[in-house]
């Protein structure tokens, strides 16, 4: 069993929908990354938040620490955001450095 | 303004031949640097991962290995290279005033032949 897992593996929207993908882990963390993969594969950090809920543009991150429960949510949305979303977490802290574990991916596919 | 450079973008090579991926981040000083890998189908793992020049730490046994030789330079090789090598590899930094979150580079992607 992966420490972080992903919920849907595959969505697939229509343009305007409402997307939540949600993310869970078994074991103690004290932050959590979203990161968005483009077909091209470049990677990109949408958020990193430990507690609460943050907000950018169109996508909304949450986090449950007692849950160990993580949701991304993305409003109205647009065949642009169609890539793979990746939740990820520094299982193990080190003093100068943190070592993400990555869920599996949910490969978001919003059609016009 | 901190940015990060992979290179070759794309790389095919035999199997049996000798593997050398670059990192480069520029505009910050003693980073924390990260090789991950990402086999198709699959979610990404972490290679290896350095808090300073000439120290390395390895994730996973397999054949490639990680150095780096300068402050903001991090290499990934291989001796030769297996079939099972194939993937995208995606170089990672950040800073321990940066907290957790890490900044990827564009990656480079390896197909073994």
């Known amino acids: 069993k992966n420490e972080v897992e992903q919920s849907p593996q595959n969505l697939t929207a229509q343009e305007g929908e409402f997307i939540t993908i949600n993310c869970s882990y078994s074991v103690g963390i004290s932050a959590l990354h979203w990161l968005q993969q483009h077909p091209g594969g470049g990677i990109v950090s949408l958020f990193m938040l430990s507690s609460g809920k943050k907000k950018h543009g169109r996508l909304i991150a949450t986090i449950n620490i007692q849950e160990k429960h993580s949701s991304l949510h993305i409003t109205a949305s647009h065949p642009r955001d169609s890539a793979v979303y990746i939740c990820?977490?520094?299982?193990?802290?080190?003093?100068?450095?943190?070592?993400?574990?990555f869920g599996e991916g949910t490969q978001l596919t919003v059609n016009p | 303004s901190q940015t990060i450079h992979q290179w070759p973008a794309t790389l095919v090579q035999p199997v049996g031949s000798p593997l050398s991926l670059e990192c480069t981040v520029e505009g910050t000083s003693n980073p924390n640097l990260y090789w991950y890998r990402q086999a198709a189908g699959r979610g990404l793992q972490l290679l290896f991962y350095?808090?300073?020049?000439?120290?390395i730490s390895s994730e996973v046994p397999q054949n490639l290995s990680a150095s780096r030789p300068q402050d903001r330079q991090f290499i990934l090789s291989s001796k030769k290279l297996l079939l099972s090598d194939s993937g995208f590899y995606l170089c990672?930094?950040?800073?321990?005033?940066?907290?957790?979150?890490?900044?990827f580079g564009p990656g480079t992607r390896l197909t073994v032949t």
């Open positions: 990672a930094w950040n800073t321990g005033t940066s907290g957790y979150e890490q900044y």
């Open positions: 350095s808090v300073g020049i000439g120290q």
């Open positions: 990820a977490a520094p299982l193990i802290k080190e003093t100068s450095g943190s070592r993400l574990t």
